[in-house]
């Protein structure tokens, strides 16, 4: 069984920048790929990225790319999100999640575990 914990949610004003990161525990932290999906207030859960299990290879959702990264440093077990340029419509929850296979996908019901998520709110 794998634990997700998410923190570095938080307030900042638009244009700002947050980093969150996932710390995992009680799997082979290196065997899933890994993600992160947000869930604004009335709409549904979204992809927001995603990483392989190896190479770092990293998919954006076409609303963040550019001003959103991934990376995973599988030494610590840990996946972080550097969110930048933010805006007020990336107001959400942000969930980490993790998936037994290489591959990250955009559909949340691949994913076998998840975090219990983190606040990003973007004022305006």
């Keep these: 069984q794998v634990q ?16 969150l990161s996932c710390a995992a ?6 065997s ?3 993600a992160w999906f947000r869930q604004a207030p009335g709409k549904e859960r979204e992809f927001v990225a995603g990483i392989r299990w190896s190479r770092s290879i990293a ?16 030494a610590k077990n ?5 969110m930048n ?5 990336d107001t959400a929850v942000y969930y980490c999640a993790a998936r037994r296979g ?5 559909a949340g019901t691949e994913y076998d ?4 998520g983190t606040q990003v709110t973007v004022s305006s």
């Design 102 to 106: 290489s591959y990250s996908y955009i």
């Design 85 to 89: 340029s933010l805006k007020p419509e």
């Design 4 to 19: 997700l914990v998410e923190s570095g949610g938080g307030l900042v004003p638009a244009g700002g920048s947050l980093r």
């Design 32 to 34: 899933y790929a890994m």
């Design 25 to 30: 525990s009680g799997g082979t932290f290196s």
């Design 113 to 116: 575990y998840w975090g219990q």
């Design 78 to 82: 840990t996946v972080d999100l550097q």
């Design 59 to 74: 998919d954006y959702a076409d609303s963040v790319k550019g001003r959103f990264t991934i990376a995973r440093d599988n």
